[in-house]
């Protein structure tokens, strides 16, 4: 298992993720790649991935304060979503019209403490993210497979709390209107 607190690998990871490197971490449903959230990262996932640049990537983090300064274009709504549902299975999403990489499509704080544990240590605690997986494939179920397909990246293998929940649900933000675009985890409530 990794040793996500060990000062040295803190230092390692940092390192890699600050030159633009691509990370593959478990969380909550499946396991996702993570880069930081600027051009080089943004840019490599969407290589590493084969992903077409008009399927915009979504940020994660450990709790709403680090993920806010992503969230400038965000309505009201948004934020009382986040309020009531995170940490939790929701991704909160707003329209995206450009094809812009930097545009991120969600944002959303899973609630599965090993990712909160890797956002800790992150710099700046937020990753753009992705499934584990090439553009198109199922996603990758194991570290193993994820070495075997990825194998210039950084495997942070400390699930030890269980994987393969539901999918998050999304929901779109348009202003203050809130619609469900996929079921999931979680269920809004018509007052929302």
Same mark, same amino acid.
């Given at each position: 298992m990794t040793d996500i607190h060990n000062p040295e690998f803190i230092r390692r990871l940092n390192a890699h993720l600050n030159a633009g490197g691509v990370i593959a971490f478990p969380t909550d449903t499946v396991w996702g790649l993570g880069a930081l959230p600027t051009p080089a990262g943004a840019d490599a996932l969407y290589a590493i991935k084969h992903r077409p640049?008009?399927?915009?990537?979504?940020?994660? #983090? &450990?709790?709403?304060?680090?993920?806010?300064?992503?969230?400038?274009?965000?309505?009201? *709504?948004?934020?009382?979503?986040?309020?009531?549902?995170?940490?939790?299975?929701?991704?909160? *999403? @707003?329209? /995206?019209?450009?094809? &812009?990489?930097?545009?991120?499509?969600?944002?959303?704080?899973?609630?599965?403490?090993?990712?909160?544990?890797?956002?800790?240590?992150?710099?700046?605690?937020?990753?753009?993210?992705? #499934?584990?997986? @090439?553009?198109?494939?199922?996603?990758?179920?194991?570290? &193993?497979?994820?070495?075997?397909?990825?194998?210039? @990246? @950084? /495997?942070?293998?400390?699930?030890?709390?269980?994987?393969?929940?539901?999918p998050s649900t999304v929901a779109l933000c348009d202003g203050n209107t809130v619609r469900v675009i996929r079921p999931g985890a979680v269920t809004i409530q018509s007052d929302d």
């Open positions: 640049r008009e399927k915009h990537l979504i940020i994660m #983090s &450990d709790c709403i304060d680090h993920i806010r300064p992503h969230m400038a274009r965000y309505p009201a *709504a948004a934020f009382d979503l986040a309020r009531k549902y995170w940490p939790g299975g929701l991704t909160i *999403a @707003i329209p /995206v019209a450009d094809n &812009d990489t930097m545009v991120f499509g969600g944002v959303r704080v899973p609630n599965y403490k090993p990712f909160m544990d890797l956002c800790r240590v992150i710099d700046g605690h937020c990753l753009a993210t992705t #499934s584990a997986n @090439i553009s198109g494939m199922p996603p990758l179920t194991s570290a &193993d497979a994820i070495k075997k397909t990825f194998p210039e @990246i @950084i /495997v942070i293998d400390n699930a030890y709390d269980p994987m393969g929940g539901m």
